[in-house]
């Protein structure tokens, strides 16, 4: 498999660092201390195009490929990992269902403004009591002849508290299992919709965690994304996209530790040596060095396989992710370790990375989650 990036790539990568460095990062430390959603960073994403990299331009974006996409994420992740979530979730897990399964309406009316940046995006599966196990959902849905209603708690929705489209799941039926979900396009301005609170959290404090709470939800009957009953696989598949989206987001965010603690044990001299002549340093610096290098390429690796859409790639989606998550914790970790007492104190970075770090083993399916997904395919493959 061929890594050369092409131009349009090395565009989009120079355009997402250079916005990142000079706009993104002198703002992490004051979004991360306030919570304060960066509804000027997203403005500014979507005047450069990058909240839809590669959505054609036929419906409003960019078109680009989703391995641009991809290092845009990681790019801006490795300034504020908030804003790199935001980026992706508005990305992953709302365009890309309706541009695959939704209908020319659907595209026209919700992909070219998302990809606009001019609508923000959002996704909610998850609920109090399906999580991992997405099928179990209680959500449900009734078609009333005009529309549907839907009617269910949603939890952990990001950018649940901004959005102007959400992408939501419900069954007809609890009883039928994955069998009975469909997914539904539904907007904040719908009758029984209504926005819960927003979460408190240990790290990502500036992007918006929210319940979302549904009451005899009236959705337009052209809302349905995708033939009913076929919920389960659409959001099976749109997962894959945003596994390699968290992958990103992990990368951004280690590279951005490892980088933080070099220039520190450069810096900082102890016994009378920098930090950075110690063996003990050196060795922590090339295991960050090159784990992260080894999730990069996974990273790519899935995110071409996306790109060339000759099959599913599932398995590469889920390798990625469970590397680069676990693989940038350690570099996080690693990366406070090396800046002794400093790294616990809040005016350094490092202390951010490790709790931004934390929650890319969680979303989008734990690492245990991706293990089995991984194994699952080993196991069918090997005979």
């Known amino acids: 498999m061929d890594f050369e990036l092409s131009e349009v790539e090395v565009a989009v990568l120079e355009t997402a660092r250079d916005f990142a460095q000079k706009k993104v990062k002198p703002l992490a430390r004051e979004l991360d201390a306030t919570g304060r959603f960066p509804d000027e ?29 991809n290092l845009a994420v990681m790019e801006i992740s490795k300034a504020c990992a908030s804003t ?33 940046g001019t ?50 799941y419900a069954t007809s039926d609890k009883q039928l299992g994955h069998h009975g979900i469909s997914a539904f396009i539904v907007e904040p301005g719908f009758a029984g919709f209504t926005r819960g609170k927003n979460e408190h ?7 918006s965690t929210t319940e ?60 009378g040596a920098p930090l950075a002549k110690l063996q003990a340093i050196q060795w922590m610096i090339a295991d960050s060095a090159t784990e992260l290098e080894a999730a990069e390429l996974l990273m790519m690796r899935a995110a071409k396989l996306k790109d060339l ?18 693989a940038a914790f350690r570099a996080a970790d690693r990366g406070l370790q090396m800046h002794g007492g400093y790294g616990f104190i809040k005016d350094y970075d490092a202390e951010r990375h490790y709790r931004d770090v934390r929650i890319c083993r969680l979303y ?9 997904v991984i194994a699952a395919h080993v196991l069918k493959e090997i005979q």
Request: glycine letters at 14%.
């Open 364 to 372: 989008e399916g734990t690492s245990e989650i991706q293990r089995l």
């Open 41 to 69: 960073l997203v403005r500014e994403m979507g005047e450069l195009g990058l909240m839809g990299v590669y959505v054609p331009e036929a419906w409003g974006g960019a078109g680009g490929t989703a391995l641009a996409y």
């Open 119 to 168: 609508f923000l995006g959002a996704y909610a599966l998850t609920e109090p009591n399906a999580g991992s196990d997405a099928a179990t959902l209680a959500t449900t849905f009734v078609d009333t002849g005009e529309g549907y209603e839907i009617t269910g708690n949603k939890l952990f929705v990001t950018n649940g508290g901004h959005a102007d489209v959400y992408v939501v």
């Open 84 to 116: 790199g979530v935001i980026l992706s979730a508005h990305t992953s897990l709302c365009i890309d269902p309706i541009l695959k399964h939704g209908t020319d309406g659907q595209r026209e009316k919700y992909v070219k403004p998302l990809a606009a």
């Open 212 to 271: 979302l709470i549904l009451s005899h939800c009236k959705v337009p009957k052209e809302n349905l994304l995708g033939a009913l009953g076929k919920g389960f696989s659409i959001a099976l598949e749109t997962l894959d996209g945003g596994r390699i989206g968290i992958a990103s987001q992990a990368l951004g965010i280690g590279k951005a530790a490892l980088e933080t603690a070099v220039r520190h044990v450069k810096a900082r001299e102890q016994f």
């Open 201 to 207: 959290k240990l790290g990502i404090n500036a992007s």
């Open 309 to 326: 859409a000759t099959r599913r790639y599932t398995k590469e989606a889920a390798m990625a992710k469970l590397f680069a998550s676990e």
